[in-house]
Nanobody, 120 residues
Framework: VQLQASGGGLVQPGGSLRLSCAAS????????MAWYRQAPGNQRESVAS???????SYADSVKGRFTISRDNARNTVYLEMNSLKPEDTAVYYC???????????????WGQGTQVTVSS
């Protein structure tokens, strides 16, 4: 199983970006999916998560600006980021709890990270 993230880049303050993360491989089911971020010198922090049933949660710092969603048919999670601020600059990592085919339990997987830079 692999998670492939994409969509990062350089954007001006107030701008928008959409991140995508697709899970591939022999997958039986996916439980929670989420986005984390890590800025230089900081610990990795949770940004947003979505359950298999569609329940979402957000860090206070991104509420009202970011929207997480998932497409279960495509095993993909998205993060729509609006009104971006310089403090949103970080490497963004996707996360998924996946039950691979032939395995009786869920395993945590991480994507490779995609850089988001908010600067004028």
């Amino acid at each position: 199983v692999q998670l492939q993230a994409s969509g990062g880049g350089l954007v001006q303050p107030g701008g928008s970006l959409r991140l995508s993360c697709a899970a591939s491989g022999s997958i039986l089911s996916i439980d929670a999916m989420a986005w984390y971020r890590q800025a230089p010198g900081n610990q990795r922090e949770s940004v947003a998560s979505v359950s298999s049933g569609g329940t979402t949660s957000y860090a206070d710092s991104v509420k009202g600006r970011f929207t997480i969603s998932r497409d279960n048919a495509r095993n993909t999670v998205y993060l729509e980021m609006n009104s971006l601020k310089p403090e949103d600059t970080a490497v963004y990592y996707c996360y998924a709890r996946v039950r691979p085919s032939g395995v009786l339990y869920y395993i945590t997987y991480w994507g490779q990270g995609t850089q988001v830079t908010v600067s004028s």
